[in-house]
């Protein structure tokens, strides 16, 4: 059974830092493109952040460009983000979302990670 | 504002057949690009519904289908049951953002 278990997600001040972990499992974690999509509070889905199955190719949306970095460990069949520079409306829950290479639809997601920036 | 406009709600009776509408532009669903379903219930996170336009992943009941005609994508549901009550998100890729985008939902309620 496919499973994608983020965690990592909490309460943080606005320019504080947070680093988003995403446990692959039930699947061959190289084979596939790795995301992450969040969903402020009420809110639709907006995507957040790409990485190729063998890493060498990312891409970030421009409202996290520069501030945001994905990463991925294929030893671990892990998935992260590190998000530094945090805003207000960064507040959202993260969902880590699998997805094979050359498709452009997102297979399978995880439960999400809240993540709360607030002074 | 989102890139591909869905309607916020649509509803209907028991049994009854709704479609659910996404408007793209030349830069995504005009462009080629596949449109793709998502169902969320309340308090979940979303599922996939139908990817490549029309076709539903296995355990996807075949009361759910879709379609995509140049750079509209319509969603339809037959046999409305209450449990099919939730959020629905279409989903392509916009080259001129270089993102994958979504529509902004459409909350579907089963009178």
């Known amino acids: 059974e496919v499973q994608l278990v983020e965690s990592g997600g909490g309460l943080v001040q606005p320019g504080g830092s947070l680093r988003l972990s995403c446990a692959a499992s039930g699947f061959t974690f190289d084979n596939y493109d790795m995301n992450w999509i969040r969903q402020a509070p009420g809110k639709g889905l907006q995507w957040v952040a790409y990485i190729h199955s063998g890493g060498n190719t990312i891409f970030y949306a421009d409202s996290v460009k520069g501030r945001f970095t994905i990463s991925r460990d294929t030893a671990k069949n892990s998935l992260y983000l590190q998000m530094n520079s945090l805003r207000v409306d960064d507040t959202a829950v993260y969902f880590c979302a699998r997805k094979r290479t050359g498709t452009t639809y997102f297979a399978s997601w995880g439960q999400g990670t809240l993540v709360a920036v607030s002074s | 504002q989102s890139v591909l406009t869905q309607p916020p709600s649509v509803s209907g009776a028991p049994g009854q057949r709704v479609t659910i509408s996404c408007t793209g532009n030349s830069s995504n669903l005009g462009a080629g690009y596949d449109v793709h379903w998502f169902q969320q219930l309340p308090e979940t996170a979303p599922k996939l519904l139908i990817y490549?336009?029309?076709n539903r992943p296995s355990g996807v009941p075949d009361r759910f289908s879709g379609s995509k005609s140049g750079t509209s994508a319509s969603l339809a549901i037959t046999g409305l049951q209450p449990a099919d009550e939730a959020d629905y998100y279409c989903?392509?890729?916009?080259?001129?953002?270089?993102?994958?985008?979504f529509g902004g939902g459409t909350k579907l309620t089963v009178l």
């Open positions: 490549d336009n029309n």
């Open positions: 989903q392509s890729y916009d080259t001129s953002l270089s993102a994958w985008v």
